[in-house]
């Protein structure tokens, strides 16, 4: 209803939050499913880099790639992005990596260095010969002996400049999937508009389907030599029961209530996938009830108009969240 309406457009919220940082900027707009979005922060020491991209699903379907040490941030994160995504899959890659290296950042593997040593020692025994020192060059060479320890993160330390950067990675994928939902919303305007004046086309030519139906009895008639007056009451019957059977009013009642709401729904800032894939089904429902009853050329070839731009609609429906 309208009053509805005007509590929607009343408590819109012009900035929605994630997290604790609101995105710079939120376009309450039509949405596609499909988007992309990278996002990277710098913290103390160290960068996050957030990519996320998004395809057409029927629920919200997130997918997680992060490393194993930060397995425990999957679900608040989790919660983070959907708030901001209600359809779609995504897929997002989190990276972190330290900005510098210093001492403390190098791990010795003692067991494996004093292995090299043995080996080398069994070596020179088999061969019964000495073999060349060990030097430096020799444990730098043997994989796993030095290593760069960033295996473990400070969950606590990393969490605000991961999140940072999914904030910029959402912001970025918000904002395609908005300019792109404005191009779906342009395009279902049109063929909305489309199916508006083929309805109206066919709720005029509905009008004189008896009156043609009349003519038509009453020229067979006379062409197989049977005189019968127009106000005989057999052929009126038989016009009441063509008249009943070929009733479209109720049809084009709802047409046009549905039409309606297809496009209230187009101006909600609401994600309305779902509400507009469901009233295509019923669109398609009243046109074939009306190709059933019609009993006129122009009529049919007006069905066949209108829902050649219903299932162009159902197609696009299918790309917004």
Same mark, same amino acid.
Request: glycine share 4%.
């Given at each position: 209803?309208?009053?509805?309406?005007?509590?929607?457009?009343?408590?819109?919220?012009?900035?929605?939050?994630?997290?604790?940082?609101?995105?710079?900027?939120?376009?309450?707009?039509?949405?596609?499913?499909?988007?992309?979005?990278?996002?990277?922060?710098?913290?103390?020491?160290?960068?996050?880099?957030?990519?996320?991209?998004?395809?057409?699903?029927?629920?919200?379907?997130?997918?997680?790639?992060?490393?194993?040490?930060?397995?425990?941030?999957?679900?608040?994160?989790?919660?983070?992005?959907?708030?901001?995504?209600?359809?779609?899959?995504?897929?997002?890659?989190?990276?972190?990596?330290?900005?510098?290296?210093?001492?403390?950042?190098?791990?010795?593997?003692?067991?494996?260095?004093?292995?090299?040593?043995?080996?080398?020692?069994?070596?020179?025994?088999?061969?019964?010969?000495?073999?060349?020192?060990?030097?430096?060059?020799?444990?730098?060479?043997?994989?796993?002996?030095?290593?760069?320890?960033?295996?473990?993160?400070?969950? @606590?330390? /990393? !969490?605000?400049?991961? +999140? *940072?950067?999914?904030?910029?990675?959402?912001?970025?994928? =918000? #904002?395609?999937?908005?300019?792109?939902?404005?191009?779906?919303?342009?395009?279902?305007?049109?063929?909305?508009?489309?199916?508006?004046?083929?309805?109206?086309?066919?709720?005029?030519?509905?009008?004189?389907?008896?009156?043609?139906?009349?003519?038509?009895?009453?020229?067979?008639?006379?062409?197989?030599?049977?005189?019968?007056?127009?106000?005989?009451?057999?052929?009126?019957?038989?016009?009441?029961?063509?008249?009943?059977?070929?009733?479209?009013?109720?049809?084009?009642?709802?047409?046009?209530?549905?039409?309606?709401?297809?496009?209230?729904?187009?101006?909600?800032?609401?994600?309305?996938?779902?509400?507009?894939?469901?009233?295509?089904?019923?669109?398609?429902?009243?046109?074939?009830?009306?190709?059933?009853?019609?009993?006129?050329?122009?009529?049919?070839? @007006?069905? /066949? !108009?209108?829902?050649? +731009? *219903?299932?162009?609609?159902?197609?696009?429906?299918?790309? =917004? #969240?």
């Amino acid at each position: 209803t309208r009053l509805q309406l005007r509590k929607m457009k009343t408590n819109r919220n012009p900035k929605k939050k994630i997290g604790s940082n609101p995105l710079t900027t939120q376009v309450l707009a039509m949405h596609s499913m499909t988007g992309f979005g990278r996002g990277e922060h710098a913290g103390d020491g160290i960068i996050a880099r957030v990519e996320i991209s998004t395809v057409n699903r029927k629920q919200a379907d997130i997918h997680f790639n992060l490393p194993r040490d930060l397995a425990e941030l999957e679900a608040p994160l989790r919660k983070i992005v959907v708030s901001h995504i209600s359809r779609g899959r995504a897929n997002i890659n989190i990276n972190i990596e330290k900005t510098a290296s210093s001492p403390e950042d190098l791990k010795l593997d003692k067991p494996r260095a004093l292995a090299l040593q043995s080996a080398i020692q069994q070596l020179e025994e088999i061969l019964q010969r000495p073999l060349s020192p060990l030097d430096t060059t020799d444990f730098l060479r043997t994989s796993g002996i030095i290593n760069l320890d960033d295996s473990s993160w400070d969950l @606590e330390a /990393v !969490t605000p400049t991961i +999140e *940072l950067a999914l904030n910029n990675a959402l912001e970025k994928l =918000i #904002e395609m999937r908005a300019a792109e939902g404005t191009d779906l919303k342009n395009d279902l305007l049109t063929r909305i508009q489309t199916i508006q004046t083929t309805s109206q086309k066919i709720a005029t030519a509905s009008e004189n389907v008896v009156a043609r139906q009349r003519e038509h009895l009453h020229s067979r008639l006379r062409d197989a030599g049977i005189e019968i007056d127009l106000d005989d009451e057999r052929l009126l019957k038989e016009l009441a029961l063509f008249a009943e059977r070929s009733d479209i009013s109720e049809e084009l009642t709802r047409l046009q209530s549905h039409l309606g709401r297809f496009l209230e729904y187009l101006k909600s800032p609401d994600p309305v996938g779902r509400s507009l894939d469901f009233l295509c089904q019923e669109l398609n429902r009243e046109f074939n009830t009306i190709a059933s009853k019609a009993n006129h050329a122009g009529m049919a070839q @007006e069905v /066949v !108009t209108a829902k050649t +731009e *219903l299932e162009k609609i159902r197609e696009q429906v299918q790309n =917004i #969240e």
